[in-house]
């Protein structure tokens, strides 16, 4: 008669994706879009909201659980596993980049007060609403910082 919980995973896959998923409607963006101009800072800002949110969840950072919660939740954002995946790898080969910490930082922070507080996260969409008209001129986008949009380097040799 009744269903079962959902496992912390399917929760933390769910929470992770939908509160995303608002932001980036809300700023008129997808994270497949964001992967393909390359602005690492919203990138870094997805990656840290989920580790976040694993963290809020319990979901142990080196466990396979939080493997399934990452692939999950990019899946559902890249409307697609393999797309998904592949975004997901893009972001752990960032893990060194400025920018991207910056962004990882800024979404973890912003994941663990909605976690513990119920506080709205909208550092993404404001961060992409900011760049927005920046992303269609150049397929590299370097934001040097998330609170400047006019200070966008596009300069792919230093994505790295």
Known sequence: MFGTQPSKTEVAIEVASSVLQIQFTLAGSTLGEVASVR????????????????????????????????????????????????????????????????????????????????????????????VGTALGADKTLQVTSPKAPRGLDVAPELGR
């Open 39 to 130: 602005d690492y800072y919203a990138l870094g800002y997805v990656f840290g909201f989920h580790d976040a949110v694993c963290q809020a969840f319990d979901v142990s950072n080196r466990s396979t659980e939080a493997f399934v919660v990452l692939g999950g939740s990019y899946a559902k954002l890249a409307s697609s596993a393999s797309t998904g995946g592949a975004i997901l790898r893009q972001c752990f080969d960032l893990q060194e980049n400025q920018i991207f910490t910056q962004g990882m930082f800024a979404g973890g922070r912003e994941a663990s007060a909605y976690c513990a507080n119920q506080v709205p996260p909208m550092g993404l969409a404001g961060h992409l609403q900011s």
